[in-house]
C-alpha cells in the first residue's frame, strides 16, 4: 500500500504537504501507513496514519509537527448530491482499511469538511482553528492588512532596533527554538534530531525557509521555520530571545517570511493556535480564522475511564 501511496504522491498535487509520503518518512520513517481506497485501478481515496501504543493498546494518531493528517480524496467534478454520495462511499472505505485500534484521533486538514460518514460509524468531532492568509495579492496590499500595532513593530524593529532579515542556519534557528520553551518553563517536545530529519527531507524537495532576524550588534533576537507543500506554506516553528522580546522582531521575521514565499505559494498558515496570545498575534496579520476538525474515536473502557479521571481532576 504504500509504495502505492508514494507514486500517488509524487503525481498528486491536491494531497497535502503533511500527508506526502516525503513528510510521512521524515517525521517517521517506517513507523507509518495508509490506508487506501480504489474505482478500478484508479485510487479515490487514502488515509495516512501513525501507531502508537498506550497501556498496551493500539492507538491511531499523528506525528509531531504534523499539524493536520486524515483523509484525502480525489477532487471530483460531480454535482453537489452526488460528491456527497462519493465521499461517504470513500470515507466509508477507508475506514474498513483502518488497523483494529483502541483509539483513532487525528487532525483533518481544514480543505475536508465533510467527516458526517465517520459520525456515522461511532466517532465525534471537535472544531479547532488555524490562521491562514491569502499572500496571492500584492506585498502593498498585505501590508495595509495588518493591523496597526504590528505594523509599528515591524517598523520599530527596522528602524529603531536595527534588525535585518536573513537566511539562517538551522543550529541559530535551533537555538532561538529552544530559549522559547526554556522561558515557558517547557521541555522541547521534539529532539535536535527529529528537525534535522525535516530540515534535509524538506531542503531535497527545496520546500522550506529557515530564516532569522539579526540585530545590528550580532545578536540573533528570533527566528522562523517555514515549509512549504503544493500553493500553501505553513510556520512550522518559532523561537526568540527573551531579553530582547520587545525588539518587534518577531513580527519582523514573519512579515519577511509571508512576503519571500514564491509566486506558486498562495496562502501562509500560521498553524493556528487555541492559545489567545498566540491567536492575537496571528489575527494581526490579517489571517482569516479557519475551522478544521479533530476527529476521534475511543473504544477502549480503560482509555474512556482515564479521560473522565482527567476531566473530574480540572
Known amino acids: 500500500m504504500k509504495d502505492l501511496y508514494r507514486e500517488l504522491c509524487e503525481k498528486e498535487p491536491s494531497i497535502p504537504l503533511f500527508s506526502q509520503a516525503w513528510w510521512l518518512d521524515a517525521v517517521e520513517g517506517n513507523g507509518w501507513d495508509v490506508a487506501i481506497a480504489k474505482k478500478g485501478k484508479q485510487i479515490v481515496g ?29 477532487p471530483t467534478e460531480k454535482s453537489y448530491p452526488k460528491r456527497l454520495s462519493y465521499e461517504k462511499e470513500i470515507l466509508g472505505t477507508l475506514v474498513e482499511q483502518l488497523p483494529s485500534h483502541a483509539e483513532y484521533s487525528q487532525n483533518w486538514h481544514c480543505d475536508r469538511t465533510n467527516w458526517l460518514p465517520f459520525y456515522w460509524q461511532g466517532f465525534s468531532e471537535t472544531t479547532r482553528y488555524t490562521y491562514r492568509l491569502d499572500i496571492s495579492t500584492e506585498k502593498e496590499i498585505l501590508w495595509k492588512g495588518l493591523q496597526e500595532n504590528t505594523r509599528r513593530e515591524i517598523r520599530k524593529s527596522i528602524d529603531r532596533v536595527g534588525v535585518k532579515v536573513r537566511k539562517g542556519t538551522l543550529d541559530e534557528f535551533w537555538e532561538l527554538n529552544k530559549l522559547t520553551f526554556d522561558r515557558q518553563g517547557r521541555s522541547m517536545p521534539y529532539t535536535r534530531k527529529f528537525v534535522e530529519r525535516i530540515d534535509e527531507a524538506a531542503n531535497k524537495k527545496g520546500a522550506c525557509d529557515c530564516l532569522v532576524a539579526e540585530g545590528s550588534d550580532g545578536r540573533l533576537h528570533a527566528g522562523a521555520y517555514i515549509v512549504r507543500g503544493g500553493n500553501t506554506a505553513y510556520y512550522l516553528m518559532g523561537g526568540g530571545d527573551p531579553e530582547l522580546r520587545s525588539s518587534g522582531a518577531t513580527s519582523l521575521v514573519l512579515w519577511e517570511a509571508i512576503c519571500s514565499q514564491p509566486d506558486e505559494v498562495d496562502v501562509f498558515d500560521f498553524e493556528g493556535s487555541m492559545i489567545e496570545p498566540i491567536e492575537r498575534f496571528f489575527r494581526s496579520f490579517g489571517a482569516i480564522q479557519t475551522p478544521y476538525f479533530r476527529v476521534s474515536k475511543t473504544s477502549s473502557r480503560l482509555l474512556k475511564a482515564i479521560k473522565l479521571a482527567k476531566e473530574l481532576v480540572k
Open 46 to 74: 487514502a488515509l495516512p496514519y501513525v501507531v502508537r501504543k498506550k497501556l498496551g493498546l493500539r492507538l491511531i494518531t499523528q506525528p509531531k509537527l504534523t499539524q493536520s493528517l486524515g483523509p484525502w480524496i480525489r
